[in-house]
């Protein structure tokens, strides 16, 4: 079992900055892959960035080269900054992590991130 504790949300103006937390506590050694989504009121969730166990990242056009996905082993922590940020990455962001043989997926409570104009 992995748990998911996100923190770093807030409401920020545009073109400001947030990093956003999320510290993995329990089966941690067998954590694989470690993704970021978002949800916005009447849209599907998305994938925002996603870093895997050997360290490649990918992201989603629409965030890319304003968000990087980083960890820190030490501290079982995953993280999200985010800058330039526009009304538009307004969202409840969601920490994921996969984990074991059977890749189990578990989820962070989401965080809520708003971006004023």
């Known amino acids: 079992q992995v748990q998911l504790v996100e923190s770093g949300g807030g409401l920020v103006q545009a073109g400001g900055s947030l990093r956003l937390s999320c510290a993995a506590s329990?089966?941690?050694?067998?954590?694989?892959?470690m993704r970021w989504y978002r949800q916005s009121p009447g849209k599907q969730r998305e994938l925002v960035a996603e870093?895997?166990?050997?360290?490649?990242?990918n992201y989603s056009p629409s965030i890319k080269g304003r968000f990087t996905i980083s960890r820190d082993n030490a501290k079982n922590t995953v993280y999200l900054q985010m800058n330039r940020l526009k009304p538009e990455d307004t969202a409840v962001y969601y920490c994921?992590?996969?984990?074991?043989?059977?890749?189990?997926?578990?989820w962070g409570q989401g965080t809520q991130v708003t971006v004023s104009s």
């Open positions: 870093l895997s166990s050997g360290g490649s990242t």
């Open positions: 329990g089966s941690t050694v067998s954590i694989k892959a």
């Open positions: 994921s992590m996969t984990s074991g043989i059977r890749n189990v997926v578990y």
